[in-house]
């Protein structure tokens, strides 16, 4: 075995912290911070665990027990964190269910978790139980049953994969590999320092849990986005600028838009990026991205969601040395790494095999599927001891312990940051009545990247051109968008080798598509190209719908940066989920330009400005600049005896530590009657929103508006 490390754990990496202390730690330690930010409310770290602990309680109260599962109708708010916060809190495990999966796959995800309740709002629950029927709540739960397969009595979260048997499998993962992590972010030497996290990850993969805790663990924000801004990479940057943000985890495909669109404004408070979910590619966008932040870091992650991370590699210095397929990199402390011969099984004769991971690191199996848990969690391994698992990928290990990922070992697809079993795609192709015989691949294609193929066999009497519609309709109610195929190639009988069995190596290439114009004047003929091109369809109607053709939000992306490089620039990501058909895209540049002609021909008003500011020394802006002529300065120094009670003692006596802030003077009186505020909600309003309400006042005073007349 090409080994470097035992198999068994090292007793020199210490018992990890139990993940309910995550958040009372950092609460203890700064409750004051702010914990959780979105556009509609922000949370402090002591407001934050009294939520949590809130509902922890409830949990308890309710009689669930250590391995119980929690379903979580996930969506993007406050309630939805700290759900999966109290879960965790309470001991239990939850189950994070994707509103946008369709109904027969939440309904299977529902039948093989078993839980004893489901929380959520209570649109995402009317939501849930209009696609997958009734279902467990915490008023009304569900009896406890006989423990299930990997059901352990340390269980935190089970998340479901695509599955080969083409029903999804459920990842169940222990508390002790997750707190491994936690613990190593927190040590890490960048990425354990407090920094605003923007949450980008869906809810239903793994990455959301690090980007969650790792953030709590470290005392940092953790931001959220709407979905419509999380998805469009101009709206996304725009958010990274705004909002501030340090540290991002995304995959490469997502990175590289955002690069795109920071080509002209690079967000320049991000100084930690976290690549994972797929092979990355430093790219030139990419490059030139990190050359325009000085200090920041690309980190590349490794681990599927049966371990989580378990290496990492991290670049920094001169972008423009940067390798372009960057390694995958070390073990963690708690991870044990082998390779072996992916074909015999033994260990692997040299230094690039299948790469097995042990140690602390993995999950407890498959919940209810003993039998794929066996197959793929493997204590047989020859010459090697222990409990491993068989990654698939193939991997290349220099004589640091740096490894290199080279591709898959087995007919797992990887596409679009998505791990997808081409098993379960087949099957529900041939599920339709048109389908004889089916095959999946993702084979690059230039200018696109992996694409999502299938390859079918039509039954008699079905014609190729009047099938395609149909066959995707059929999958779009049994799979998630990302496992519907874009293109469908029809062929008379599938390739197979000599012993019979199907050949994906001689599967035909989407044939290339001929040279078209790309001339930005005639924008219809080039909407029209590009499209063509992405799909790979020989004609599209000015109103068929694009997505109905295959569309979908990475295609969106490669359009709009395609029409951008062919120097349109008034068609965004929103324009094509608005106007969705080539009609509508001519329409949208259409319209933007005669807004632009209206706001140029717009000659007659005069702007006032009103100026309103209140800032540490200075009540008002006239203040302010009397403080800036005589360098005054507006921080305020604190002498010991001055400090807050709050400010730990240790922190006092670091020989860093600096007593001093900046200080408003009278922000505690705050007048909620004259805003027409109950005085019970201006005491939980954020302060940030009060100061507003003052300055806009007073500004709208400053400009000669009577603020009391309301606005006209």
């Known amino acids: 075995m090409n080994e470097r490390r035992s198999t068994l754990i090292d007793p020199a990496v210490p018992a990890p912290r139990a993940l309910r202390a995550v958040l009372r ?39 669930f027990a250590p391995g119980d599962r929690i379903g979580i109708a996930a969506t993007r708010s406050v309630d939805t964190i700290v759900a999966i916060l109290a879960v965790v809190d309470a001991g239990l495990a939850y189950v994070p269910l994707d509103l946008a999966y369709p109904a027969d796959r939440l309904q299977a995800m529902l039948e093989d978790a078993r839980p004893r309740a489901v929380l959520g709002e209570d649109g995402a629950l009317a939501d849930l139980a209009g696609l997958a029927g009734p279902f467990p709540t915490l008023a009304v739960p569900a009896p406890a049953g006989t423990p299930a397969h990997a059901a352990e009595h340390d269980l935190a979260y089970v998340l479901f994969t695509s599955g080969s048997t083409g029903r999804p499998k459920g990842v169940a993962m222990g508390a002790t590999p997750l707190a491994h992590l936690i613990d190593w972010h927190v040590a890490h030497p960048r990425l354990g320092r407090a920094a605003r996290t923007l949450l980008f990850a869906p809810l239903s993969f793994d990455v959301h849990f690090q980007e969650i805790f790792s953030t709590l663990a470290c005392g940092g924000t953790l931001v959220m986005v709407p979905e419509a801004v999380r998805r469009d990479p101009v709206l996304l940057h725009r958010a990274l600028v705004d909002r501030r943000i340090a540290r991002i985890f995304v995959p490469y495909v997502a990175l590289q838009m955002i690069a795109q669109a920071a080509a002209d404004v690079p967000p320049a408070h991000l100084v930690d990026v976290i690549s994972a979910g797929e092979q990355l590619q430093v790219t030139p966008a990419i490059r030139r991205l990190f050359e325009r932040l000085p200090g920041a870091a690309l980190h590349n992650h490794y681990g599927p969601t049966e371990s989580h991370v378990v290496t990492a590699f991290t670049l920094e210095g001169d972008a423009r040395t940067w390798p372009e397929i960057p390694p995958i990199g070390c073990a963690l402390p708690y991870v044990e790494l082998a390779l072996r011969d992916a074909e015999s099984g033994q260990p692997a004769a040299g230094d690039t095999g299948e790469l097995l991971l042990g140690g602390a690191t993995l999950a407890h199996g498959y919940l209810g599927r003993p039998d794929l848990t066996a197959e793929r969690f493997r204590t047989d391994v020859p010459a090697t001891a222990g409990r491993w698992y068989r990654t698939g990928d193939l991997v290349r290990r220099d004589a640091d312990g740096i490894c290199t990922y080279l591709g898959r070992a087995d007919q797992q697809l990887k596409v679009d940051g998505f791990r997808i079993e081409p098993g379960e795609i087949e099957l529900a192709l041939m599920a339709h009545d048109a389908v004889r015989d089916a095959v999946v691949a993702a084979p690059d294609l230039p200018g696109i990247g992996k694409q999502l193929v299938a390859y079918l066999v039509l039954n008699a009497g079905h014609a190729a051109e009047d099938t395609t519609a149909g066959v995707r309709a059929h999958l779009r109610g049994r799979l998630p968008e990302y496992m519907v195929p874009v293109r469908f190639i029809m062929l008379e009988a599938l390739p197979t080798t000599p012993s019979g069995k199907i050949d994906r190596r001689a599967l035909p290439l989407p044939s290339a598509a001929p040279v078209r114009s790309t001339d930005a004047a005639d924008l219809p003929a080039l909407c029209r190209a590009l499209w063509q091109d992405l799909l790979g369809v020989a004609t599209i109607d000015a109103h068929q719908n694009l997505f109905d053709l295959g569309a979908r939000s990475l295609l969106v992306l490669r359009f709009v940066s395609q029409l951008k490089d062919a120097g349109v620039m008034h068609i965004g990501v929103a324009d094509v989920y608005d106007r969705p058909t080539l009609a509508g895209l001519t329409a949208a540049r259409r319209d933007a330009r005669a807004s632009q002609r209206g706001r140029v021909d717009r000659t007659t008003g005069i702007a006032i400005v009103g100026v309103a500011t209140r800032t540490p020394g200075a009540a008002d802006v006239e203040g302010f600049w009397q403080n800036l002529l005589a360098g005054r300065e507006g921080i305020r120094h604190f002498a010991p005896h001055e400090l807050d009670a709050s400010v730990p003692e240790d922190l006092r006596n670091r020989p860093n530590f600096v007593p001093a802030r900046g200080v408003l003077d009278d922000a505690d009186r705050f007048d909620a009657s004259f805003f027409g505020l109950p005085a019970r909600e201006a005491a939980v309003t954020d302060p940030q929103q009060r100061l507003m309400l003052e300055l806009s006042w007073t500004a709208l005073e400053h400009a000669g508006v009577d603020p009391s007349r309301g606005a006209k």
């Open 25 to 63: 730690d950092t609460a203890a330690r700064v409750p004051g911070a702010m914990a959780l930010e979105t556009p509609g409310v922000s949370l402090t770290y002591a407001e934050l665990l009294g939520r949590t602990e809130a509902l922890s309680a409830r949990l308890s109260a309710a009689g």
